[in-house]
């Protein structure tokens, strides 16, 4: 059995409103502000036995993807509320950043017997995860474009999105203490 630990934004915060599918030309810019989603899933082989599987599929078997039923979740943002509901990767896009990058954007979230949900099992709309195979940059427009159905990705290309920040010698950081020098 495999336990994968993905980093997923609200698709609102990534400038997706609305139904996250077919959005192709919306575009958002990236502040570190909003932070993602700590998603984490358990995912036995393809065939329920425990030995692993290292990929997140999606929710149909459409142009030869497989259809997994046992990408469970484990915690969101370390709530366990939600915790053995099946999720999957649904469809994925093409982004271009103002910087000159471009990468892949997967829509994720709760599967209800093939059928995007809520995480609460309530509608899609609104309610969906954005995974990037790519680091988001402070200050860079993100447009998507080349949307398609197919949303089967390994879980080695999701990209971490947690950030260290670095202050030089001498910034001064706001403590309970007051204001001290680094």
């Known amino acids: ?80 509320t939600y915790a053995g509901n099946d999720w999957s990767s649904f469809a994925t896009y093409t982004v271009t950043g103002s910087d000159g990058s471009s990468f892949d954007a997967y829509i994720i979230g709760r599967d209800v017997g093939n059928t995007p949900t809520g995480i609460d099992g309530g509608d899609f709309t609104d309610n969906m995860y954005i995974a990037f195979t790519q680091p988001l940059t402070d200050g860079v427009t993100y447009t998507y474009s080349n949307y398609s159905y197919i949303g089967q990705v390994e879980y080695g290309a999701i990209a971490d999105q947690t950030y260290i920040h670095c202050f030089v010698r001498g910034t001064l950081i706001e403590t309970d203490r007051g204001e001290v020098a680094i």
């Not at 997706?16 to 990236?30: D, E, K, L, W």
């Not at 358990?42 to 997994?68: A, K, V």
């Open 1 to 80: 059995m495999s336990i994968e630990t993905l980093h997923a934004f609200d698709q609102n915060d990534v400038g997706i409103v609305g139904s996250a599918f077919s959005n192709t030309g919306a575009s958002f810019t990236y502040s570190s502000s909003n932070a993602a989603n700590v998603v984490v899933l358990e995912d036995p082989d393809g065939d329920g036995s425990p030995d692993g599987d290292t990929t997140f599929d999606d929710q149909s078997s459409f142009s030869g993807q497989t259809e997994d039923d046992f990408e469970n979740l484990v915690s969101f943002n370390g709530d366990t």
